[in-house]
Nanobody, 116 residues
Framework: QAQLVESGGGLVQPGGSLRLSCAAS?????????LSWYRQAPGKQRELVAG???????IYADSVKGRFTISRDMTDKMVYLQMNSLRPEDTAVYYC?????????WGQGTQVTVSS
């Protein structure tokens, strides 16, 4: 049973933007902490894209710094990944991950394709 649910993926041209969302399938997403975004391109390992640390700071992969922003909305109980200036190499399945009770929970992923 999915605990985390991603949405917002799609096809976008290079230089475009997308915003991904992550919500909990039931209850508040903030039961899972810290929360982060990962991605996995075909034939590659899953990698960290952006996340909140246990000290409530944010971290980013070097490849997305200055282009992607992770944020959270306490009212909507959502975590977002704003992706700007997208490049073909950003094409991947993007996953939301949250820690709860010492266990990592993953969403099912949302496909992001950057292509002209």
């Amino acid at each position: 049973q999915a605990q985390l649910v991603e949405s917002g993926g799609g096809l976008v041209q290079p230089g475009g933007s997308l915003r991904l969302s992550c919500a909990a399938s039931s209850g508040s997403i903030f039961r899972f902490y810290p929360l982060s975004w990962y991605r996995q391109a075909p034939g590659k390992q899953r990698e960290l894209v952006a996340g909140f640390t246990s000290r409530d700071t944010t971290i980013y992969a070097d490849s997305v710094k200055g282009r992607f922003t992770i944020s959270r909305d306490m009212t909507d109980k959502m975590v977002y990944l704003q992706m700007n200036s997208l490049r073909p190499e950003d094409t991947a399945v993007y996953y939301c991950k949250g820690l709860r009770g010492g266990v990592d929970y993953w969403g099912q992923g949302t496909q992001v394709t950057v292509s002209s």
